[in-house]
């Protein structure tokens, strides 16, 4: 079975993606920041939690070397860390923007240049994790809707460049119920879209198309996938 690694797999769509691979017998690499609590719920012999940052270069090297060293090469990398910080340009804290910077662009380049040569060689699959803001621009979200533009042209640079050596997918989800809006601290944003995004997608959604992606035929790829809340039903 295939060796897939997945960042952000602590929670929302990182963590159900794995228990769903998980369940079908894949090996499975989760990697966080903090993985104490992935310790437990993950304890199966498929199944590795590897604490990183993938903000952090050397940790994103070290972090795949135990990824090999336990499942073998990687087949398939999953790039789930991101975050959002809503908030007005005029006032965003320049810490905000380097953050969302640092972990939705440069940590998603990370990986991609740490595992690019194996993918290459074992014609593997990347999986990046855009969203419906890397199509359209929203009020209060620019710098946000900047680093999700980024993923995605990365993403297509990699399906221009790499077509006969790398398969890659996008999946742009609308609003997901996760934790996702906590990082928000403009407290009339957060109030304003709390609600709007615990309306969302269930994250199992989100897995489901991640595994579909997975395992569709290899003669065929899904460029992209973009999936949202159908609003009729709310």
Same mark, same amino acid.
């Given at each position: 079975m295939k060796h897939i690694v997945i960042t952000g797999a602590s929670s929302g769509i990182g963590k159900a993606t794995a228990h769903q691979l998980l369940q079908k017998g894949y090996r499975v690499s989760l990697l966080s920041r903090s993985i104490e609590s992935m310790n437990v719920e993950f304890s199966m012999e498929n199944a590795q939690c590897i604490a990183c940052d993938v903000r952090d270069y050397n940790a994103v090297n070290q972090a795949f070397a135990k990824c090999r060293a336990s499942f073998g090469p990687i087949d398939v990398l999953v790039n789930n860390a991101g975050?959002? *910080?809503? %908030?007005?340009?005029?006032?965003?804290?320049?810490? %905000? #923007?380097? !953050?969302?910077? %640092?972990? $939705? *662009?440069?940590?998603?380049? $990370?990986?991609i240049h740490a595992a690019l040569p194996e993918l290459r060689s074992r014609k593997?699959?990347?999986?990046?994790? +855009? =969203?419906?803001?890397?199509?359209?621009?929203?009020? $209060?979200?620019?710098?946000?809707? =900047? !680093?999700? #533009? +980024? *993923?995605? +042209?990365? =993403?297509e640079s990699i399906r221009i460049e790499l077509a006969k050596e790398v398969r890659v997918t996008t999946i742009s989800p609308g609003a997901v119920n996760t934790a996702f809006i906590s990082q928000t601290h403009n407290e009339e944003l957060l109030s304003e879209y709390r609600d709007y995004f615990a309306a969302g997608l269930h994250p199992d959604l989100i897995a489901q198309n991640i595994v579909l992606a997975i395992e569709t035929d290899e003669s065929a790829v899904i460029s992209e996938i973009i999936i949202r809340p159908n609003r009729q039903n709310k």
């Open positions: 975050l959002g *910080v809503f %908030d007005r340009l005029t006032d965003g804290s320049i810490e %905000d #923007w380097h !953050t969302m910077v %640092d972990t $939705n *662009v440069k940590g998603v380049l $990370n990986t593997g699959h990347v999986i990046n994790l +855009a =969203s419906v803001a890397a199509h359209h621009v929203f009020p $209060n979200s620019g710098v946000y809707c =900047s !680093t999700k #533009w +980024a *993923v995605a +042209a990365l =993403s």
